[in-house]
């Protein structure tokens, strides 16, 4: 019993899909570019106050690392929404998989330390796992809104053929023709 995943046509219900995602994904690239900041000037103060920190300071340059890659990757979907550029897009597509495994881990992981290792309170041991179930949902909804995305995109033609039955033959009328010839540059301009 599979069933199909849905194809959505508007952003949170109400916004037009593409700028629905664009705008999600300048909020993301603004709140990244601040924790990227943020996080270089607390390393460069470790660095400088906390000289046995270096296994610390090595690990916030590795999550720095990450969070620059986010940056590359936002400004890569930028400029493939704006493009309308399905190869891009498709980059970000997989790159958000790698981000949901990732978030799955980090809350095992988070909610482990918590439980073992740290010996928190079982509020706080909820909340974690209530901020990252709902950080997990938004990442799914952000991957079928970009899959919806991509299959428009691909999609996107302003001549098809449609085949109604399975023994009928199709026509095609000479204004139909017309019509495909109007549209040349348009298909030309998308293959090169």
Not at 79 to 93: I, Q, S
Not at 112 to 126: C, G
Not at 128 to 141: E, P, R, S
Request: with cysteine; aromatic share 16%; glycine share 4%.
């Amino acid at each position: 019993m599979l069933e199909e995943v849905p194809l959505f046509k508007k952003c949170c219900f109400c916004i037009p899909l593409r700028y629905g995602l664009l705008t999600w994904v300048y909020i993301k690239l603004i709140i990244t570019v601040i924790m990227f900041l943020s996080l270089a000037v607390n390393v460069y103060d470790m660095d400088r106050f906390c000289y046995a920190c270096k296994i610390l300071i090595a690990i916030f340059v590795i999550i720095l690392i990450f969070i620059f890659v986010d940056i590359i990757l936002d400004i890569v979907f930028i400029v493939g929404g704006h493009l309308k550029n399905v190869r891009l897009l498709t980059y970000f597509y997989r790159y958000s998989f790698v981000i949901a495994v990732e978030t799955i881990l980090l809350a095992v992981l988070t909610l482990l330390a918590l439980l073992f290792a740290v010996k928190a309170p079982v509020s706080i041991y909820f909340l974690n796992l209530a901020i990252y179930g709902l950080g997990l949902f938004i990442q799914i909804y952000f991957i079928l809104l970009l899959r919806s995305e991509i299959i428009k995109l691909r999609s996107n033609c302003p001549y098809r053929f449609v085949k109604n039955t399975a023994g009928s033959e199709g026509t095609v009328h000479k204004e139909d023709l017309d019509d495909l010839q109007e549209y040349e540059h348009v298909y030309e301009n998308e293959t090169s």
